[in-house]
């Protein structure tokens, strides 16, 4: 895959997709133990919220590895990495495991002016039922050939996302910080319908010059304590 258009606020955004695995002994606990930690989990992503803002994500029984994702941006990835301190030993939290993370900042398009709603999902606050996200690079030849042959395909790349109007996009830039260049994420409501996207994408002649768009991860947006719960 490739991003449909990369376009992003003017001022940065630190956003980050932290994916959470639960060790089997939390399964073991009593009830009671359970319900507290949950609660004091979700008490930690509340009282950060000023600063933090969250969205909770289940990746139960879709990605071996990972069975809850949050959705956090910020305009400081400091506070974002104290939030992670404080969750990672409050109640459930003392039992999740980081596996996977993936993170970057928001920045003006060098292929689009302007931002269309399409393009906007990081800053809204409604969130689609379904949450696609994966790192994302480019060969060496990508930079290298001409800035408007990189133009004009990637002209061609926009067009055909726009074509599909209700699929949303973040992008993020990670060039430096990670060993991805960009991370792609998708919302949508229609799964069949977001595959169709990925499809008519991959014919494009920017195809060329992916490098790398793996490992790739489908999430279902769920209340923060919904997605708690089913982890156990």
Known sequence: MQPIAEAATAQPLFVQFLFLKADPAWRRLSRTAREDGREAFASVIEDAASEVTTYAYSTLGLKVGS?????????SPLAVQEMTGRLLQAGIGAYLEPSYSMFGFTRPSSYTRRLNSQEQAVESEERAPYLIVYPFSKTSDWYLIGRDARQGMMNEHIRIGHEYTDVRQVLLYS????DQEFIVAYETDDLPRFQSLVIDLRSTEVRRYTLRDTPIFTAFHRPLREALALIG
């Open 67 to 75: 069975e809850l994702l949050l959705w956090r941006k910020s305009r």
């Open 175 to 178: 060039t430096g910080l990670d």
